[in-house]
C-alpha cells in the first residue's frame, strides 16, 4: 500500500478514532453506577458508537492534514486534494446507512431517547465540521501550523468532550444542560478563528478562563456563592476532562517535536520561525520546552480536579506514577540528539495507550482506599512540614531568577526562555505550584464536612501534592551532587546502585504483595513486611546477576552499572550478599507459617543459585525463572486464602513470564553468545522463537478466560480484553523498522503482565 493511497489516510483515522472511543466509554463506565448489576446496556453502547463513527472521520482529516510524511512538512500537490474530495464525498454514503441502521438497533430496545441522541448527535456533527475546517486549513509556506489547530483544539475535542460526554450520560437522558460548558468551549473556539487571536492572547485566554470557572466552582463548593449542585458538577467535571485531556496531548507533542528536529536536521532553515522572541533557539528545542511546561501543568492540576471527580483512589495513584515517569524520561530524552534517534511514534503511542487504559481500568475501581498514618496530614501541621522540603527547591528558584534579571537587563532579552532552558528550574516551579495547592487545599479543608467525599478526595490530593514536593526536592539534591565536582562520583554510585538492584522492578514485585493484602484489610505497614523478603531477594538476585553478566552487558546493556564504571564488581558482588542475606533474615522474621517461610526460602533459593548454574541451562533456565517469578503472586493467593480459582492468576503469570523470558533471549542473543550461554533463539532460530513466545503470550490470557468468567466481573473482562489486545499489538510491532524497537516492545509487556496482576485486587 503505497502512502498517497486513500487507504492509508482511513486507517491512520480509525487508529487514532480508538483514543476518542476509550474517553467516551471511559466517562460512560464512570457515571454507570449499576454496571456490576446489569452489565453493559447495548442500546446505550449503540448510541456512544454514533460519535465515534465520525470521529473516524475527524481523524482521516487530522492524519491527512499533520501526518509527519505528507503534510507541511512536504509538499501535498495532487494527492491532497484528491483525497479530500473522494473522502468528502465517501463519507457521508457510509456515516447516514451506519447511522441509520444504530436507529433502528435503538429502537428495537426502547424509545428513541431525543435529547440523548441530540446531544450525541451534536458531538458528531462538530468531529465533522472541524474535519471540515482542517482539510481547508492552510499556512504559509515554510511555517509550522498554529498549535491549537494541530494540538489544543483536537485533543479538546476528541478527549475531554467525549471523556465529558461520557460522564454526563445519564444526566443528558433528562435535559441538555450538561452542554453548556461544552457550548462554552465552542465560543472560546469560534472567538479564537473569527478574530484570529495570537498566541499570546490565547493562551491568556484560555488559562483565564480556566482559572475563573476554578474559583467560581471552589466558592461554590464551600458555600460563597449560592448556584445549583448541578451546574457547579458540570463545570467541576469538564475541568478535569481537559486536564485529563491536556496531559493526554503532551504524548503527540512528543512525536511532533521529533518530527520537527527531523526535518531541522535534514534541511536546516527550512521551516521559518513565526515566533521572533528568540530566534537564537530552535523551533524543536522551544517546542521540547513548551511540551514539558504542559507536562509540569497537567501534573499540577490534575490532582487538583481530581477531587471533583468520580474517579477513584486507584485513578490517582497510577496517573501520579504515570506522570512521574513520564516527567522523567521528557526532562532527560526530550533533546536534541535523542529526538533524532528514539522510535518517538512507538514511545508515545504506549504512553498514551497506557493512560488511556489507566482511565478506563480505575473506572472499575472507584473505592477510596486510605492510608491509616496519613490520616489528618492535610492540615497546617503537615503543610509546616511541606515548607520544610519545598524550601530548599524554592529558594535556588528565586536565586535563579534573580541572577536571570540581571542578566536580561545587560542584554534585553526575555526572561522566560532563559529560565526553562534549565530544566531543573521545572522541578522547582512545580514545586512552588504544588506549595501553592497545599495551601489551597489545606483552607479548603477548614471549610468541608469530614464526612463528606470531597474531603476525603481533598485530602488524598494534598498527599499527592506533598508527595511531588518530595520528588522535586530529591531532584535538587541530584542536581546539587551533579553539578559538585567532590559529589558527582557520590551521584554515580547512587546511580549505579539503583542500576543495579532495579529500583523499579523490585518495588513493583514488592507491590505485588502489598496492593492485595493491603485490600484484604492487613495493615500498611504488615504488608510491606510481608512483601519485604521478596524486594530484598529480588534486589539482591538482580545484583548478583549484573556481577555474574558482566561480559555480556558489555554487549547487550553497556548502560548497567559495571560497564559504565558507576560501580566496581567488588561492590555490586557485595550488594547482592548482603541483600540476599537481609532478605533471609527478614524472612525468618515476618514468617508467619511454614508455607510462608518456604515461599520466601525458594525465592531466596531461586535467585542465588540462578547466576551458578541455572542459566546455564539451555532450555530449563527459562522455565525454572518464570517460576521463581510467580512466587511473589502464588503468595499473595495462598496466604491472603484466595479461591482456588485464583490459582489461574499465577499460572497464567507463569506462562507470559516465560514467553518474555525468550523475547529477552532473541534481544540478548549477541552477548549470550559471547559468554559462551546456549539459548532457545541459538537452537531454533530468532523468528520461530519469537512466534512460541507471543503463542505463550496469549495463552496466559486465555488461561485467565475460566477466572473472568467465574468471577463475571465486568473489572476483570476488561483487564483480559486489555491483556489480550495489547499483546497482540505489541506483536504486530516485533518485526516493525527490521525489529529496532523490540528492547522498547520487551518493556511494554509491562501493560499486559500489569492487567493481569491487577486481578488479584478484588
Given at each position: ?538 534486589a539482591g538476585g538482580f545484583a548478583l546477576n549484573d556481577y555474574y553478566d558482566v561480559a555480556k552487558d558489555v554487549i547487550n546493556k553497556p548502560y548497567r552499572a559495571i560497564p559504565s564504571k558507576r560501580l566496581g564488581s567488588r561492590a555490586v558482588l557485595a550488594t547482592g550478599v548482603l541483600l540476599i542475606a537481609a532478605a533471609l533474615l527478614v524472612a525468618f522474621y515476618v514468617s508467619g507459617s511454614k508455607v510462608e517461610l518456604i515461599m520466601y526460602c525458594s525465592s531466596i533459593a531461586g535467585v542465588s543459585l540462578y547466576n551458578l548454574f541455572v542459566k546455564h541451562l539451555t532450555l530449563s533456565k527459562n522455565f525454572l525463572t518464570s ?136
Amino acid at each position: 500500500m503505497s502512502d498517497g493511497h486513500v487507504h492509508t489516510y482511513i486507517f491512520r483515522g480509525v487508529k487514532y478514532a480508538f483514543t476518542s472511543a476509550c474517553a467516551i466509554f471511559a466517562g460512560y463506565l464512570i457515571q454507570n453506577k449499576y454496571l456490576a448489576q446489569d452489565g453493559l446496556a447495548l442500546n446505550e453502547l449503540l448510541i456512544l458508537a454514533i460519535p465515534v463513527s465520525t470521529s473516524v472521520f475527524f481523524f482521516t482529516c487530522y492524519a491527512n492534514r499533520f501526518h509527519a510524511k505528507d503534510s507541511y512538512l512536504k509538499p501535498r500537490g495532487v494527492l491532497q486534494a484528491a483525497f479530500q474530495k473522494e473522502a468528502l464525498i465517501t463519507f457521508p454514503f457510509i456515516e447516514i446507512p451506519v447511522i441509520g441502521v444504530i436507529l433502528l438497533l435503538i429502537s428495537r430496545y426502547e424509545p428513541l431517547p431525543g435529547k440523548l441522541l441530540i446531544a450525541f448527535s451534536l458531538y458528531g456533527g462538530l468531529f465533522v465540521l472541524y474535519g471540515i475546517f482542517l482539510t481547508r486549513y492552510r499556512t504559509p509556506e515554510g511555517t509550522l501550523p498554529l498549535v491549537r489547530h494541530q494540538l489544543v483544539w483536537p485533543v479538546v475535542l476528541s478527549i475531554a468532550i467525549g471523556l465529558y460526554s461520557g460522564i454526563s450520560f445519564s444526566d443528558l437522558r433528562a435535559s441538555l444542560a450538561p452542554l453548556l460548558p461544552v457550548g462554552i468551549i465552542l465560543l472560546l473556539y469560534l472567538a479564537s478563528v473569527v478574530f484570529k487571536w495570537s498566541k499570546k492572547l490565547f493562551v491568556r485566554t484560555t488559562l483565564l478562563s480556566s482559572l475563573v470557572i476554578t474559583v467560581f466552582v471552589v466558592l461554590t463548593l464551600i458555600g460563597i456563592i449560592p448556584i445549583p449542585a448541578w451546574l457547579t458538577q458540570y463545570f467541576s467535571s469538564i475541568l478535569f476532562c481537559v486536564a485529563a485531556s491536556a496531559y493526554l496531548a503532551v504524548f503527540e507533542a512528543w512525536k511532533i517535536t521529533a518530527d520537527i528536529a527531523d526535518v531541522e536536521e535534514e534541511n536546516k532553515g527550512a521551516i521559518k520561525p513565526d515566533d521572533q522572541a528568540d530566534t537564537q533557539a530552535s523551533k524543536s528545542s522551544q517546542y521540547a520546552v513548551a511540551t514539558l511546561t504542559a507536562l509540569m501543568g497537567s501534573i499540577w492540576v490534575l490532582p487538583f480536579y481530581f477531587i471533583f471527580s468520580d474517579f477513584g483512589t486507584v485513578f490517582l495513584v497510577s496517573f501520579v506514577v504515570h506522570a512521574f515517569g513520564s516527567f522523567v524520561f521528557w526532562f532527560y530524552f526530550g533533546r536534541d540528539k535523542y529526538l533524532l534517534t528514539f522510535p518517538w511514534s512507538l514511545i508515545k503511542s504506549i504512553a498514551g495507550l497506557v493512560f488511556l487504559g489507566i482511565l478506563v481500568v480505575s473506572t472499575f475501581f472507584k473505592q477510596h482506599i486510605s492510608v491509616p498514618f496519613m490520616k489528618g496530614f492535610a492540615s497546617w501541621t503537615g503543610l509546616s512540614i511541606v515548607l520544610f522540603f519545598a524550601a530548599y527547591p524554592v529558594t535556588n528558584l528565586g536565586r535563579e531568577l534573580n541572577r536571570l534579571r540581571k542578566r536580561s537587563k545587560k542584554d534585553g532579552r526575555p526572561i522566560t526562555f532563559r529560565l526553562l532552558g534549565n530544566r531543573v528550574n521545572f522541578t522547582r516551579l512545580l514545586c512552588l505550584l504544588c506549595v501553592a495547592s497545599c495551601f489551597i487545599m489545606t483552607a479548603l479543608l477548614q471549610a468541608i464536612d469530614e464526612t463528606s467525599r470531597v474531603f476525603f478526595k481533598a485530602e488524598l490530593a494534598f498527599q499527592v501534592y506533598w508527595g511531588c514536593i518530595f520528588f522535586c526536592f530529591v531532584f535538587e539534591i541530584l542536581h546539587f551532587f551533579d553539578r559538585t565536582p567532590t559529589m558527582a562520583p557520590l551521584l554515580r554510585s547512587l546511580v549505579g546502585l539503583l542500576l543495579v538492584i532495579r529500583v523499579i522492578t523490585s518495588l513493583v514485585i514488592a507491590a505485588i504483595v502489598v496492593l492485595p493484602s493491603v485490600g484484604e484489610g492487613v495493615e500498611i505497614g504488615k504488608a510491606v513486611m510481608m512483601a519485604l523478603p521478596f524486594f530484598l531477594a529480588a534486589a539482591g538476585g538482580f545484583a548478583l546477576n549484573d556481577y555474574y553478566d558482566v561480559a555480556k552487558d558489555v554487549i547487550n546493556k553497556p548502560y548497567r552499572a559495571i560497564p559504565s564504571k558507576r560501580l566496581g564488581s567488588r561492590a555490586v558482588l557485595a550488594t547482592g550478599v548482603l541483600l540476599i542475606a537481609a532478605a533471609l533474615l527478614v524472612a525468618f522474621y515476618v514468617s508467619g507459617s511454614k508455607v510462608e517461610l518456604i515461599m520466601y526460602c525458594s525465592s531466596i533459593a531461586g535467585v542465588s543459585l540462578y547466576n551458578l548454574f541455572v542459566k546455564h541451562l539451555t532450555l530449563s533456565k527459562n522455565f525454572l525463572t518464570s517460576a521463581i517469578s510467580t512466587l511473589p503472586v502464588l503468595y499473595v493467593v495462598v496466604v491472603l486464602q484466595y479461591p482456588s480459582i485464583y490459582l489461574l492468576i499465577p499460572a497464567a503469570t507463569s506462562m507470559f513470564l516465560l514467553g518474555r523470558e525468550w523475547l529477552m533471549d532473541i534481544r540478548d542473543i549477541k552477548g549470550d553468545r559471547s559468554d559462551g550461554i546456549r539459548t532457545l533463539p541459538m537452537i531454533i532460530g530468532a523468528g520461530l522463537t519469537a512466534k512460541i513466545s507471543f503463542c505463550a503470550l496469549i495463552l496466559s490470557a486465555f488461561i485467565l478466560l475460566p477466572f473472568a468468567v467465574s468471577t463475571w466481573s465486568a473489572g476483570n473482562f476488561l483487564l483480559l480484553g486489555v491483556l489480550l489486545l495489547s499483546t497482540v499489538l505489541l506483536a504486530s510491532l516485533w518485526s516493525y523498522d527490521a525489529g529496532k524497537h523490540r528492547r522498547a516492545i520487551v518493556l511494554g509487556l509491562w501493560l499486559p503482565m500489569s492487567c493481569g496482576i491487577l486481578m488479584l485486587l478484588r
